[in-house]
């Protein structure tokens, strides 16, 4: 079972009924925290290495492997002799993909792929076809960490199959057939829908930059996915998605789907998606009947979202639990900021608490829309039980409070940039706890973007 703690500051507006949501949601980040917050990770990764293994394509599988001098060149070899505690370096150059397979760390001793030291995110992996292939696979692993590589020109980025308590961080992911990251059950790609390996658990995105999905079909050009959309069942759970920069995707920029629980979404920022339908951030909006989710959606930065066919919006959810909090939105092509849309089964998992957002609408759009249908075939009665409270919007929607243009910064058109990055525009001159607080979300990107050290090599 799921352990559920008591959140220490439960907001006293909500009544002891509807109080489990927040209580279930700081369940899970406390269950994140266990598996190891990034500031662990760091730590770990650092101080936990037995040996380093160097991995060159100048390199020779008879050499030790123990120093740049005397590189491997296989990376099967490389995988094969890795072992809890070793970091294996990859040098500069273009490499065919990399496959990861039953490899089993410790949280004291986890096994890290990464670029050399001082050449981050020069070590490249692609199948040379963005119809085929996988740059990177992990597959049935446990305390596996993929770190500052580089995927290319591959139908997909990385891949995290039936994993545990392992991390992608800091990878450079770009112009590729399909979606970039991906973490789920394994299963069967023949048609027959089986799964063939447990649900990924215990698992965290973070500090990667996206660019480029959908390159070859742009539907399927999702930036980050968790789950399985094919067929049900797929129960991942406890991810972390955090500090990520994406554009120039062609589809969702982060997408979780129904079955996934205790998903936490913070600190992202989502620009220049052009997509068909669904919305930049979307949660289980396919109409499926799932347990509680327990989704956190926080502190994300969304804009500049392109309609290519049907409606889109920013953040749409389709079930519940959910918090949505301190999230900034605008430049949403003829869409909503936020849409919930009335596509929830489960009278359980219903609920949902926007707060302290700020959200400004496509042109003729409403900034929140609430129990908005969605595909006609996927439409169901029952209703989200939606609470809205300390939120700015342009038009006032769902009873937020209407913004009023000389409380911010400016300006609030392209990326916003008010002198201190994209959204910056939207930061309050004097934050009271209405809206989003710009610097909080900015303190928690610089934590990914000032570009901490890789582990050194021994």
């Known amino acids: 079972m799921r352990r559920i703690r008591k959140l220490q500051n439960a907001d006293n507006r909500w009544s002891s009924s509807r109080q489990f949501l927040v209580v279930s949601v700081w369940a899970t980040m406390c269950g994140l925290l266990e598996a190891g917050s990034p500031a662990d990770w760091e730590s770990q990764s650092r101080s936990t290495g037995t040996g380093t293994i160097f991995v060159s394509l100048k390199g020779n599988d008879q050499n030790s492997g123990d120093s740049p001098e005397k590189s491997l060149k296989s990376l099967l070899t490389a995988v094969q002799r890795a072992r809890p505690g070793d970091v294996v370096c990859f040098d500069a150059g273009t490499y065919p993909p990399l496959r990861i397979v039953d490899k089993k760390g410790t949280r004291e001793k986890p096994i890290v792929f990464q670029s050399f030291p001082g050449k981050e995110r020069a070590a490249t992996f692609s199948s040379g076809r963005r119809s085929a292939g996988t740059g990177i696979s992990v597959e049935s692993c446990e305390y596996v960490e993929v770190r500052n590589l580089r995927v290319t020109e591959s139908q997909k980025g990385i891949d995290c199959w039936s994993v545990s308590n392992c991390a992608v961080r800091g990878n450079l992911l770009e112009q590729l057939g399909q979606e970039a990251i991906h973490v789920g059950r394994k299963h069967t790609n023949d048609g027959t829908k089986q799964f063939t390996g447990p649900a990924s658990h215990h698992v965290q995105v973070l500090g990667n930059k996206i660019q480029g999905t959908g390159k070859d079909k742009e539907q399927y050009g999702e930036g980050i996915y968790i789950g399985t959309g094919a067929f049900g069942g797929d129960d991942t759970h406890d991810v972390l998605i955090e ?13 979780l789907k129904p079955g996934t629980h205790d998903l936490v979404v913070r600190g992202n920022c989502i620009f220049n998606t052009h997509h068909r339908y669904n919305a930049a951030i979307t949660v289980a909006v396919e109409g499926v009947s799932s347990g509680n989710g327990n989704y956190l959606i926080e502190s994300n930065l969304v804009w500049d979202v392109k309609k290519l066919e049907h409606s889109v919006a920013g953040i749409g959810l389709g079930h519940g639990n959910a918090i949505l909090r301190n999230n900034i939105v605008w430049s949403v092509q003829n869409g909503a900021g936020i849409r919930v849309y009335q596509t929830f089964k489960n009278p359980q998992a219903v609920r949902i608490v926007i707060e302290k957002n700020s959200v400004s609408g496509g042109m003729g ?11 006609r ?7 989200a039980l939606v609470q809205v409270s300390n939120t700015f919007t342009n038009d006032g929607s769902a009873g937020t409070a209407v913004a009023a243009t000389d409380l ?26 209405i809206g989003a607080d710009y610097k909080k979300i900015k303190k928690l990107l610089d934590e990914y973007w000032r570009q901490p050290p890789a582990r050194s090599a021994k």
């Open 365 to 375: 759009a409403a900034a929140l829309l609430l129990n908005d249908g969605g595909p």
């Open 377 to 383: 075939e996927l439409q169901t009665s029952l209703k």
């Open 408 to 433: 911010f910064r400016g300006p609030f058109t392209g990326d916003a940039d008010g002198g201190a990055g994209a959204g910056s525009g939207f930061a309050l001159k004097n934050y009271r706890g």
């Open 243 to 255: 500090g990520n920069i994406l554009g120039d995707i062609s589809a969702e920029g982060i997408e």
